[in-house]
Protein backbone atom coordinates (compact mmCIF):
# COMPACT_ATOMS: atom_id res chain seq x y z
CA UNK A 1 0.00 0.00 0.00
CA UNK A 2 0.77 3.66 -0.10
CA UNK A 3 3.42 4.96 2.18
CA UNK A 4 4.46 8.10 3.56
CA UNK A 5 7.84 8.54 5.84
CA UNK A 6 8.41 11.35 7.52
CA UNK A 7 11.93 12.31 8.80
CA UNK A 8 13.27 13.19 11.37
CA UNK A 9 10.93 10.71 14.01
CA UNK A 10 12.25 12.59 17.05
CA UNK A 11 14.57 15.61 17.19
CA UNK A 12 15.50 17.61 20.06
CA UNK A 13 16.61 21.21 19.93
CA UNK A 14 17.68 24.15 22.01
CA UNK A 15 15.08 27.56 22.19
CA UNK A 16 15.97 29.87 18.85
CA UNK A 17 17.15 27.51 16.59
CA UNK A 18 15.38 25.97 13.32
CA UNK A 19 14.61 22.58 12.41
CA UNK A 20 13.63 21.38 9.32
CA UNK A 21 11.22 18.07 9.21
CA UNK A 22 10.55 15.99 6.14
CA UNK A 23 7.43 14.47 4.69
CA UNK A 24 7.65 12.14 1.74
CA UNK A 25 5.15 10.26 -0.43
CA UNK A 26 7.21 6.70 -1.39
CA UNK A 27 5.19 5.11 -3.89
CA UNK A 28 2.88 7.71 -5.79
CA UNK A 29 2.59 11.61 -6.49
CA UNK A 30 1.01 13.88 -4.02
CA UNK A 31 0.18 17.94 -5.14
CA UNK A 32 -1.15 18.48 -1.75
CA UNK A 33 -0.02 17.42 1.32
CA UNK A 34 -1.10 18.64 5.11
CA UNK A 35 0.96 19.13 7.94
CA UNK A 36 -1.39 18.65 11.81
CA UNK A 37 0.34 19.32 15.38
CA UNK A 38 -1.25 17.02 17.73
CA UNK A 39 -1.08 18.34 21.63
CA UNK A 40 -0.50 15.48 24.47
CA UNK A 41 -3.97 13.66 24.48
CA UNK A 42 -5.70 15.62 22.23
CA UNK A 43 -7.14 15.56 18.69
CA UNK A 44 -4.96 16.58 15.29
CA UNK A 45 -4.65 20.24 14.49
CA UNK A 46 -4.57 20.68 11.11
CA UNK A 47 -1.99 23.77 10.49
CA UNK A 48 -1.62 23.96 6.84
CA UNK A 49 -1.93 22.86 3.43
CA UNK A 50 0.71 22.30 1.40
CA UNK A 51 0.37 23.06 -2.39
CA UNK A 52 2.76 21.17 -4.80
CA UNK A 53 4.51 24.70 -6.28
CA UNK A 54 2.63 27.17 -4.71
CA UNK A 55 1.90 28.89 -1.56
CA UNK A 56 1.00 26.95 1.40
CA UNK A 57 -2.67 27.58 2.99
CA UNK A 58 -2.61 28.26 6.53
CA UNK A 59 -5.21 27.49 8.91
CA UNK A 60 -6.29 30.40 11.14
CA UNK A 61 -4.43 31.36 13.84
CA UNK A 62 -0.80 29.53 12.75
CA UNK A 63 2.22 31.95 12.26
CA UNK A 64 3.03 31.45 8.63
CA UNK A 65 6.79 33.21 9.38
CA UNK A 66 7.12 30.57 12.38
CA UNK A 67 5.98 27.09 10.36
CA UNK A 68 7.75 27.13 7.16
CA UNK A 69 6.32 24.80 4.38
CA UNK A 70 7.67 24.61 1.05
CA UNK A 71 6.47 21.78 -1.48
CA UNK A 72 9.07 21.86 -4.06
CA UNK A 73 7.84 18.26 -5.93
CA UNK A 74 5.50 15.77 -5.73
CA UNK A 75 7.09 13.93 -3.17
CA UNK A 76 8.39 16.16 -0.65
CA UNK A 77 7.35 18.32 1.67
CA UNK A 78 8.98 20.27 3.86
CA UNK A 79 7.73 21.71 7.72
CA UNK A 80 10.63 24.11 9.30
CA UNK A 81 9.77 25.32 12.91
CA UNK A 82 11.98 28.88 12.70
CA UNK A 83 13.32 30.33 15.95
CA UNK A 84 11.39 27.28 17.84
CA UNK A 85 10.95 27.19 21.48
CA UNK A 86 9.38 25.04 24.59
CA UNK A 87 5.83 26.34 23.43
CA UNK A 88 6.52 24.83 19.63
CA UNK A 89 7.03 21.51 21.12
CA UNK A 90 4.38 18.81 19.59
CA UNK A 91 4.13 15.93 17.76
CA UNK A 92 3.85 16.96 13.92
CA UNK A 93 2.35 14.80 11.85
CA UNK A 94 1.73 14.78 7.86
CA UNK A 95 -0.62 13.48 5.06
CA UNK A 96 -0.08 13.22 1.33
CA UNK A 97 -3.69 13.24 -0.79
CA UNK A 98 -3.41 10.37 -3.01
CA UNK A 99 -6.08 11.27 -5.98
CA UNK A 100 -6.46 7.72 -7.27
CA UNK A 101 -7.78 6.69 -3.65
CA UNK A 102 -9.51 9.98 -2.83
CA UNK A 103 -7.89 9.50 0.67
CA UNK A 104 -5.31 11.08 2.62
CA UNK A 105 -2.23 8.49 3.68
CA UNK A 106 -1.01 10.01 7.11
CA UNK A 107 2.78 9.59 7.88
CA UNK A 108 4.21 8.09 11.42
CA UNK A 109 5.04 11.35 12.94
CA UNK A 110 7.45 13.54 14.46
CA UNK A 111 8.12 14.47 17.74
CA UNK A 112 9.87 17.62 18.36
CA UNK A 113 11.34 18.71 21.80
CA UNK A 114 12.72 22.15 22.22
CA UNK A 115 14.57 23.00 25.33
CA UNK B 1 -19.30 23.98 9.03
CA UNK B 2 -18.47 20.68 9.27
CA UNK B 3 -18.12 18.60 12.58
CA UNK B 4 -17.49 15.49 13.99
CA UNK B 5 -18.90 14.42 17.49
CA UNK B 6 -16.82 11.22 19.03
CA UNK B 7 -17.98 10.05 23.16
CA UNK B 8 -15.78 10.84 25.50
CA UNK B 9 -13.18 8.43 27.07
CA UNK B 10 -11.12 6.80 28.15
CA UNK B 11 -12.94 3.57 27.66
CA UNK B 12 -12.18 0.98 30.05
CA UNK B 13 -13.41 -2.79 28.83
CA UNK B 14 -12.22 -6.36 29.67
CA UNK B 15 -10.59 -8.69 27.39
CA UNK B 16 -13.29 -10.19 25.02
CA UNK B 17 -16.12 -7.38 25.24
CA UNK B 18 -17.93 -5.64 23.12
CA UNK B 19 -16.71 -2.32 22.00
CA UNK B 20 -18.97 0.46 20.91
CA UNK B 21 -17.61 3.95 20.27
CA UNK B 22 -19.77 6.37 19.04
CA UNK B 23 -19.72 8.96 16.18
CA UNK B 24 -21.56 11.60 14.82
CA UNK B 25 -21.24 14.32 12.29
CA UNK B 26 -22.66 17.30 10.56
CA UNK B 27 -21.82 18.09 6.96
CA UNK B 28 -23.68 20.41 3.69
CA UNK B 29 -22.61 17.51 1.28
CA UNK B 30 -22.35 14.21 1.09
CA UNK B 31 -19.08 13.38 3.17
CA UNK B 32 -16.89 9.90 3.27
CA UNK B 33 -16.37 8.74 6.49
CA UNK B 34 -13.08 7.14 8.26
CA UNK B 35 -12.20 5.50 11.36
CA UNK B 36 -8.22 6.07 12.13
CA UNK B 37 -6.32 3.94 15.14
CA UNK B 38 -3.42 5.89 16.95
CA UNK B 39 -1.31 3.99 19.14
CA UNK B 40 1.34 5.23 21.99
CA UNK B 41 3.77 7.63 20.20
CA UNK B 42 2.86 6.68 16.36
CA UNK B 43 1.16 8.07 13.40
CA UNK B 44 -2.31 7.52 12.15
CA UNK B 45 -3.48 4.24 10.66
CA UNK B 46 -6.19 4.21 8.68
CA UNK B 47 -8.93 1.05 10.13
CA UNK B 48 -11.96 1.57 8.27
CA UNK B 49 -14.00 3.77 5.74
CA UNK B 50 -16.81 4.36 3.89
CA UNK B 51 -18.09 6.77 1.00
CA UNK B 52 -21.68 6.53 0.60
CA UNK B 53 -25.24 6.30 2.86
CA UNK B 54 -25.51 2.51 4.04
CA UNK B 55 -21.63 1.63 3.56
CA UNK B 56 -20.74 -0.92 6.18
CA UNK B 57 -16.78 -0.10 6.41
CA UNK B 58 -14.70 -3.14 8.40
CA UNK B 59 -11.12 -4.24 9.15
CA UNK B 60 -9.72 -6.49 11.97
CA UNK B 61 -12.85 -7.37 13.22
CA UNK B 62 -14.11 -3.96 13.29
CA UNK B 63 -17.22 -2.25 11.87
CA UNK B 64 -18.64 0.85 11.26
CA UNK B 65 -21.87 1.63 8.77
CA UNK B 66 -22.54 5.01 7.59
CA UNK B 67 -26.13 5.98 8.44
CA UNK B 68 -26.96 8.62 6.72
CA UNK B 69 -30.86 9.18 8.45
CA UNK B 70 -29.04 10.15 11.89
CA UNK B 71 -25.98 10.92 10.71
CA UNK B 72 -23.92 8.40 12.38
CA UNK B 73 -20.64 6.04 12.29
CA UNK B 74 -20.37 4.37 15.39
CA UNK B 75 -17.34 1.44 15.47
CA UNK B 76 -17.64 -1.73 17.12
CA UNK B 77 -16.11 -4.57 17.88
CA UNK B 78 -17.53 -7.74 19.07
CA UNK B 79 -14.64 -9.20 20.99
CA UNK B 80 -12.00 -6.57 22.38
CA UNK B 81 -8.26 -7.79 22.51
CA UNK B 82 -5.60 -6.39 24.76
CA UNK B 83 -3.90 -5.27 21.61
CA UNK B 84 -6.73 -2.79 20.71
CA UNK B 85 -5.29 -0.26 23.53
CA UNK B 86 -5.07 2.72 21.48
CA UNK B 87 -6.99 6.08 20.87
CA UNK B 88 -9.33 5.45 17.81
CA UNK B 89 -10.48 8.76 16.08
CA UNK B 90 -13.43 9.33 13.64
CA UNK B 91 -13.20 11.79 10.97
CA UNK B 92 -14.73 13.06 7.76
CA UNK B 93 -13.98 14.33 4.60
CA UNK B 94 -16.23 16.73 2.23
CA UNK B 95 -15.45 16.21 -1.39
CA UNK B 96 -17.95 18.81 -2.34
CA UNK B 97 -16.13 21.75 -0.21
CA UNK B 98 -13.48 21.96 -2.69
CA UNK B 99 -10.54 21.21 -0.45
CA UNK B 100 -9.38 17.79 0.84
CA UNK B 101 -9.25 18.39 4.22
CA UNK B 102 -9.99 16.29 7.53
CA UNK B 103 -12.16 16.80 9.75
CA UNK B 104 -11.14 14.57 13.49
CA UNK B 105 -13.20 14.11 16.45
CA UNK B 106 -11.71 14.35 19.27
CA UNK B 107 -10.32 10.92 19.89
CA UNK B 108 -11.58 8.20 22.03
CA UNK B 109 -9.00 6.09 24.59
CA UNK B 110 -9.67 2.73 24.16
CA UNK B 111 -7.76 0.20 27.21
CA UNK B 112 -8.56 -3.39 27.58
CA UNK B 113 -7.84 -5.02 30.32
CA UNK B 114 -6.77 -8.69 30.71
Known amino acids: GAVVSQHPSRVICKSGTSVKIECRSL??????MFWYRQFPKQSLMLMAT?????????EQGVEKDKFLINHASLTLSTLTVTSAHPEDSSFYIC???????????FGPGTRLTVL | GDSVTQMEGPVTLSEEAFLTINCTYT??????LFWYVQYPGEGLQLLLK?????DKGSNKGFEATYRKETTSFHLEKGSVQVSDSAVYFC?????????????FGTGTRLKVLA
Open chain 2, 91 to 103: ALSDPGSGTYKYI
Open chain 1, 27 to 32: DFQATT
Open chain 1, 95 to 105: SAWRESYNEQF
Open chain 1, 50 to 58: SNEGSKATY
Open chain 2, 27 to 32: ATGYPS
Open chain 2, 50 to 54: ATKAD
